[in-house]
């Protein structure tokens, strides 16, 4: 079982930049596969970025390629998202997950409990 704990989420301006991070805690981090999904309110969840095994693994929303990085510190067991240049549909409860494969929220076999994103105007 994996545990994941996310933070840094809050609320920040247009054009502003924020950095989630996500600890893991229990089986090895570095077996996994590390998604990073958004859901805003009344939308279903929906892909952000993955991160493989390997950091030539690496892919991202279309709409946050060029804004967002996602990457990983095998030796913290931490996934990190920085976002810049965030929009105001870049607003809604960001998730970490680990799991198997990158782009459908089945690949995910354990979830983090969220953390709010809000871009103001």
């Known amino acids: 079982h994996v545990q994941l704990v996310e933070s840094g989420g809050g609320l920040v301006q247009a054009g502003g930049s924020l950095r989630l991070s996500c600890a893991a805690s229990?089986?090895?981090?570095?077996?996994?596969?590390m998604g990073w999904f958004r859901q805003a309110p009344g939308k279903e969840r929906e892909f952000v970025a993955a991160?493989?095994?390997?950091?030539?693994?690496?892919y991202y929303r279309v709409s946050v390629k060029g804004r967002f990085t996602i990457s990983r510190d095998n030796g913290k067991n931490t996934v990190y998202l920085q976002m810049n240049s965030l929009k105001l549909e870049d607003t809604a409860v960001y998730y970490c997950?680990?799991?198997?494969?990158?782009?459908?929220?089945?690949?995910?076999?354990?979830w983090g409990q969220g953390t709010q994103v809000t871009v103001s105007s």
């Open positions: 997950a680990a799991g198997r494969g990158y782009f459908n929220a089945y690949e995910y076999d354990y």
């Open positions: 229990g089986r090895p981090f570095s077996t996994y596969a």
């Open positions: 991160i493989g095994l390997t950091d030539d693994m690496i």
